[in-house]
């Protein structure tokens, strides 16, 4: 079965850290962009952090730049987004995404074409 499984959600403090993961089972990643996307409640989903198949490539969105890091590990088919500093306005759920096109990682994440695969998502909820 060909899915995306994210993983490392929970609840934590603000200024606290949590690194999640997303990992491919049923193929690899190596030719996939990657992205992590977030919806908080009554919200619609937006792309926080994208990464380019090779990793040399990598967008974040404005509110989350200098406190979060995207990184993949090809040879595990594992993509990370570390959290630092979460502030309470990061809950929602945590989705990642795969897509295998010619579009940059900013298209991606700006979501402006149809990923691939859909991981089902964690919950982050940073709270006091």
């Known amino acids: 079965q060909l899915q995306l499984v994210e993983s490392g959600g929970g609840l934590v403090q603000p200024g606290g850290s949590l690194r999640l993961s997303c990992s491919a089972s049923?193929?690899?990643?190596?030719?996939?962009?990657i992205g992590w996307f977030r919806q908080a409640p009554g919200k619609e989903r937006e792309g926080v952090s994208c990464i380019s198949s090779s990793g040399s490539s990598t967008y974040y969105k404005d509110s989350v730049k200098g406190r979060s890091t995207i990184s993949r590990d090809n040879a595990k088919n594992t993509v990370y987004l570390q959290m630092n500093n979460l502030k309470p306005e990061d809950t929602g759920v945590y989705y990642c995404?795969?897509?295998?096109?010619?579009?940059?990682?900013?298209?991606?994440?700006?979501?402006?074409?149809?990923?691939?695969?859909w991981g089902k998502g964690t919950l982050v909820t940073v709270s006091s």
């Open positions: 995404a795969a897509v295998r096109s010619f579009i940059n990682v900013q298209t991606m994440c700006a979501m402006r074409i149809a990923m691939n695969y």
């Open positions: 049923g193929f690899t990643l190596d030719y996939d962009k």
